[in-house]
């Protein structure tokens, strides 16, 4: 028992390694997430090629695999090329701030418990803080500047209204995003990702908030701007939005890179926050040594991957969504029900921890769950009336515009050709050309 808490990393573990300790680490993460990105598209592309009946990527290297390394070197062998009126400074630096937040966001990430990194005891984890949820969610917020920035920069209209709509995006979800971590705040005790871990040592917070974690995943596609929610690269009406004036060059593949690190950070903030981190599943879990050593980077590795192909299954599943749809489902949806279940999560903890006060709790829990019940059937006796009053509207135009005289109902006027737009035409005699 004793060798198992001693695996568990604290925040008191994090920050008297060597200097050489933090240097490994900090390579070790650069490199796998550099690796990451490669292997990433490739698996994007093989796992939606077969979800279509293709083939995907099949020339450059073995099954493929060296088809993201040939992009990556296209891309930064290419000629870099200006728009005539770009702002160069922004210009340039937009696509770096968009990747180094990204970078930074996943030093919290936890691997693995503490291991021996040539001959150190060490948590397998770059750094850790009392609050790195938030840094998490800042280094997001930070990301945002370059999306805005690469459209302002670029001074074109489409670019800009990107750079325009991701601003409204992520402010629009990291709000549900950061409402959808305090039930697991509340829970855990604490913002500290490795001790978050630690605690669903019994028990996944999957199991446990499985209302917050449903909210999470739909937030993470609105954070990572992926599909359904890629908005501010919608090709159909912004050409390509934010990155419209950047050409295939070593600023577009660092724009594809932060993309990508953005969605591996969701991912890992889904393994860690609500599928036990590094800690291995049922049955395995039995095992004495499964969660000592560095088994556990297995288990992460198994957990991040699968998580990355749902996001790659919704993106070859589902269409993207209208502008509007995407607004009303974070403020109108999301937000309030993120708040009635932190009601009712703080309850329950009530209920656990202060058993003086567990009838209190209970009743204020039913309090909230009913009023929860009256507040939705309220919307959703709304929402009816005005889906009739609408239906209602419509039938009424279509009644009216099926009495006119046009074919099959539609308001086209009546072709009266030798007198049409008040041209006398002349009939032509038979025989002529």
């Not at 953005?262 to 499964?290: C, D, N």
């Not at 209190?360 to 829990?365: A, I, R």
């Not at 009644?399 to 007198?419: I, T």
Request: include cysteine; aromatic fraction near 12%.
């Amino acid at each position: 028992m004793i060798h198992v808490l001693a695996a568990n990393p604290t925040l008191a573990d994090f920050g008297d390694d060597p200097v050489w300790i933090h240097i490994i680490k900090a390579v070790m993460l650069f490199v796998f997430l550099m690796l990451g990105v490669l292997f990433g598209v490739w698996f994007e592309r093989k796992l939606i090629s077969r979800m279509q009946n293709r083939y995907g990527p099949n020339r450059a290297g073995k099954f493929g695999l060296l088809q993201s390394v040939a992009d990556g070197l296209k891309m930064g062998l290419k000629e870099d090329l200006f728009p005539r009126t770009v702002d160069k400074v922004l210009y340039l630096l937009a696509p770096i701030i968009m990747v180094v937040p990204a970078f930074l966001a996943f030093s919290i990430i936890p691997f693995g418990p503490m291991v021996n990194l040539f001959g150190e005891q060490t948590p397998l984890q770059l750094v850790d803080l009392p609050v790195a949820v938030l840094f998490m969610l800042a280094m997001g917020a930070v990301s945002v500047y370059g999306v805005v920035l690469a459209g302002w920069s670029s001074r074109s209209p489409y670019a800009l209204l990107g750079g325009l709509r991701s601003a409204a995006q992520v402010v629009s979800y990291e709000i549900a995003m950061g409402l959808s971590f305090v039930a697991v705040f509340i829970f855990a005790g604490t913002l500290s990702t490795s001790e978050i871990v630690a605690a669903q040592a019994d028990t996944w917070y999957v199991v446990l908030l499985a209302p917050s974690f449903l909210i999470y995943v739909i937030c993470m596609f609105g954070e990572a701007a992926r599909i359904p929610f890629d908005l501010p690269e919608g090709e159909g009406e912004l050409v390509g939005g934010f990155q419209t004036e950047y050409s295939s060059s070593l600023k577009f593949a660092l724009i594809m890179m932060g993309e990508y690190l953005h969605t591996f950070t969701a991912s890992g903030i889904a393994v860690t926050l609500f599928l036990g981190g590094w800690r291995a599943p049922f049955p395995i879990s039995l095992w004495e040594g499964a969660n000592t050593g560095w088994w556990p980077v297995l288990w992460f590795f198994i957990k991040f991957v699968l998580t990355f192909s749902f996001i790659v299954w919704v993106r070859a599943s589902l269409p993207r969504v209208r502008y509007d749809q995407l607004m009303s489902l974070g403020w109108k949806v999301l937000i309030p029900v993120n708040l009635a279940w932190i009601l009712l999560v703080a309850a329950v903890r009530n209920v656990v921890i202060n058993e003086d006060n567990r009838m209190l709790s209970v009743v204020l829990g039913a309090v909230i769950v009913v009023g929860a019940l009256a507040i939705w059937m309220r919307f959703d006796t709304v929402n009816q009336r005005r889906k009739e009053a609408r239906k209602a509207e419509v039938d009424a135009e279509f009644e009216e515009l099926s009495n006119e005289p046009a074919a099959g109902g539609f308001p086209v006027p009546p072709l009266d050709l030798p007198h049409y737009h008040g041209v006398q035409h002349k009939e032509i005699p038979s025989g002529t050309n």
